[in-house]
């Protein structure tokens, strides 16, 4: 087992919690486990559903973890397959322009499961979606996802050309306490230092947030959750 590699075809779920989601709704090649897992409820259940699975469990040394993780107490690893999924035609999209924060990919990636929100597109060039760190950050909820990646936001247009598009601007009129959402729809974010450009006033219907005056923006992550707990109320 080597470090992450981006260019690899396979990456890594750190963790025992991330490790049963990433077996449950991923694609897993290998399960590796700590000599120190001590055997018991957790360490049985996880042993047992690679065993369904036909998952091959692999006893690794704590250097490799450690190597690997970053940290002492990481317990298991599973190594699993990166691929882009084709998005629900018909259901709700979170489209990211250009997000290059790994640990903002992760939170958003939470934050689209918890408001019901199951397909992500992101526009290219981007963080590394597949990056453990985003992965344990996701806390799993990665795997329970639909990622597509595009290579323009107009590549993503013509492969869903039903879908309402609401780009989140600070230069739009519209508030997004005003705005009624129209299914199928699609949230588009812009990247965390410069936003979407001007362009996307012309795309579908602007939103805007309304904060206070003291702010001038909000965090992306922060944005996206905002944004997708409203969509929630209409889906």
């Known amino acids: ?19 049963f989601e990433a077996m449950e709704f991923g694609t897993v090649s290998k399960l590796y486990l700590s000599p120190e897992l001590k055997t018991g409820e957790t360490a049985s259940r996880l042993i047992e559903m690679a065993k369904k699975k036909n998952i091959p469990v692999i006893v690794n040394n704590q250097k ?27 259901s709700p999209h979170c489209l990211l322009v250009n997000p290059m924060n790994m640990g903002n990919m992760g939170t958003i990636i939470r934050s689209c499961l918890a408001f019901g ?22 806390m799993g909820a990665f795997f329970r996802l639909r990622i597509a990646h595009f290579s323009a936001f107009e590549e993503y247009r013509k492969a869903y ?5 609401y ?15 129209k299914s199928p729809a699609t949230l588009i974010f812009g990247n965390e230092a410069k936003g979407l450009d001007r362009s996307y006033l012309e795309v579908g219907e602007p939103v ?8 001038d923006s909000l ?7 905002i944004g997708l707990y409203e969509l929630s109320k209409a889906i």
């Not at 050309?161 to 598009?165: D, G, I, K, S, T």
């Not at 805007?208 to 702010?215: A, P, Q, R, T, V």
Request: charged share 30%; hydrophobic share 40%; proline share 6%.
């Open 1 to 19: 087992m080597d470090k992450y590699d981006k260019k690899s075809p396979t990456s890594f779920a750190i963790g025992l919690t991330v490790c």
């Open 64 to 90: 490799i973890f450690k190597s690997l993780s970053g940290k002492d107490n990481v317990m298991a690893i599973a190594e699993f397959l990166k691929q882009d999924e084709k998005l629900d035609p018909s």
């Open 117 to 138: 929100v199951k397909d992500l597109a992101i526009v290219k060039p981007a963080a590394d979606c597949f990056d453990p760190k985003v992965i344990r950050g996701s």
């Open 161 to 165: 050309p039903e879908h309402n598009l």
């Open 167 to 181: 780009p989140f601007m600070l230069q739009a009129k519209k508030y997004l306490s005003e705005t009624k959402f």
């Open 208 to 215: 805007l947030i309304k904060i206070s005056g003291e702010l």
């Open 219 to 225: 965090n992306l992550d922060n944005a996206v959750s």
